[in-house]
């Protein structure tokens, strides 16, 4: 089955710079992949997703990259703000009816004024 | 984005009692919904998936007859806690599919804390 690592587990950063969340998959099926922010005793936001025929996407300030080769992508955060401090979870899926996405172990984010 | 509402948000209970957990799809049918269960600063962990007009599929290690899924209708999935015991108090979840395209997206409700006393 698929498995989903994620890195770093912690993260901090001065505000205003850029953050980088890095996630690697195993199974090559997998050509969906998801990003979620947690914020504190709140249930998981969508914030951006790429599919397996695309590189790289784009989002305001959010932007995620694809390399189906070395089958990791990557979460990249740049003049980040306070309210970005959250727990982000990437996942991976395959786009298949019924199929369920598995999550990485998550990267707690906090952005120091 | 979809929306999930997941009621109730908290919910404190006796233990030995039963507790039910609602998940809805407010503005797109959903034919799967999933359960998670989540630990403070864990991720998320999987209990089963939910399938409207069948039996949930559990996984492994999480008890079918304690934990009852039932997915009655396109946009409504429950999870009722039976004989609730302390080590049950945790942050519940469920998300649901929406299908858009050829691809699926899932969204997540805000979660329900459970606390057994």
């Known amino acids: 089955g698929e498995n989903v690592e994620q890195h770093p587990s912690t993260l901090s950063v001065q505000e205003g710079d850029s953050a980088v969340i890095k996630c690697t998959y195993s199974d090559s099926a997998s050509n969906y992949f998801p990003w979620y922010k947690q914020e504190l005793g709140k249930g998981p936001q969508l914030i951006i997703d790429?599919?397996?025929?695309?590189g790289e996407k784009k989002d305001q300030r959010i932007a995620v990259t694809l390399n189906k080769t070395a089958k990791h992508f990557s979460l990249h955060i740049t003049e980040t703000q306070p309210e970005d401090s959250a727990v982000y979870f990437c996942?991976?899926?395959?786009?298949?009816?019924?199929?369920?996405?598995?999550f990485g172990p998550g990267t707690r984010l906090s952005v120091l004024p | 984005g979809a929306v999930v509402s997941q009621h109730p948000s908290r919910v404190i209970c006796k233990s030995g009692t039963s507790v039910k957990i609602e998940c809805r799809s407010l503005?797109?049918?959903?034919?799967?919904m999933f359960w998670y269960r989540q630990f403070p600063k864990q991720s998320l962990m999987l209990m089963a998936t939910s399938n409207e007009g069948s039996k949930a599929t559990y996984e492994q290690g999480v008890e079918k007859d304690k934990f009852l899924i039932n997915h009655a209708s396109l946009t409504l999935s429950t999870l009722t806690v039976t004989s609730a015991h302390p080590e049950d108090s945790s942050f519940y979840i469920c998300s649901a599919r929406a299908q858009q395209g050829a691809g699926n997206t899932i969204y997540f409700g805000e979660g329900s804390w459970l606390t057994v006393v």
């Open positions: 996942a991976a899926s395959r786009r298949a009816y019924g199929q369920n996405f598995v």
């Open positions: 790429i599919r397996s025929n695309v």
């Open positions: 503005d797109f049918q959903a034919t799967t």
